[in-house]
């Protein structure tokens, strides 16, 4: 009886989709208006992640012409929170100014507007669901 509801619930789990798999999230980066230095959008899929400014991942991506860069991700379902610049110096770190602002094109998640402080993972929050999304962000300068 036992093994008949084990596999019962595993014939279950795979046929309703419970395992969890990637789904494409794009991301359309609006505005670029140099074509040196690479792009970096850095992902983070907890409140502690982006508390700790440790991303879950890190998308590096070259920009061939100026207006918008592209780029596609597999991501797994769940909340997400992200920023991007643009790094022009190509040091792989976001220039600040000495207020610690970004000296470089940058962007956050819901196209977020920078304020006084660090915004919060709920301002920038984004749901992927099992088919995917699309997130166009504008690049800002200072």
């Given at each position: 009886m036992k093994l008949n509801a084990l596999c019962s619930f595993v014939i279950f789990a795979v046929c309703s989709g419970l395992t969890a798999s990637a789904a494409p999230v794009k991301f359309l980066i609006q505005n670029v208006t140099h074509t040196k230095g690479p792009i970096y959008i850095s992902l983070f899929s907890t409140q502690q992640s982006w508390a700790d400014e440790t991303p879950t991942s890190i998308v590096k991506i070259s920009p061939v012409?100026?207006?918008t860069a592209i780029s596609?991700?597999?991501?797994?379902p769940g909340d997400y929170a992200f920023f991007v610049f643009h790094d022009l110096d190509?040091?792989?770190e976001v220039?600040?100014?000495f207020l610690g602002f970004?000296?470089?094109p940058y962007a956050f998640?819901?196209?977020?507007k920078l304020k006084m402080s660090?915004?919060?993972?709920?301002?920038?929050?984004f749901v992927v669901d099992e088919i995917g999304a699309t997130h166009s962000v504008k690049l800002l300068e200072k």
């Amino acid at each position: 009886m036992k093994l008949n509801a084990l596999c019962s619930f595993v014939i279950f789990a795979v046929c309703s989709g419970l395992t969890a798999s990637a789904a494409p999230v794009k991301f359309l980066i609006q505005n670029v208006t140099h074509t040196k230095g690479p792009i970096y959008i850095s992902l983070f899929s907890t409140q502690q992640s982006w508390a700790d400014e440790t991303p879950t991942s890190i998308v590096k991506i070259s920009p061939v012409e100026k207006g918008t860069a592209i780029s596609v991700v597999d991501l797994a379902p769940g909340d997400y929170a992200f920023f991007v610049f643009h790094d022009l110096d190509d040091n792989g770190e976001v220039a600040t100014t000495f207020l610690g602002f970004p000296a470089e094109p940058y962007a956050f998640s819901n196209n977020f507007k920078l304020k006084m402080s660090k915004p919060n993972f709920a301002d920038l929050k984004f749901v992927v669901d099992e088919i995917g999304a699309t997130h166009s962000v504008k690049l800002l300068e200072k």
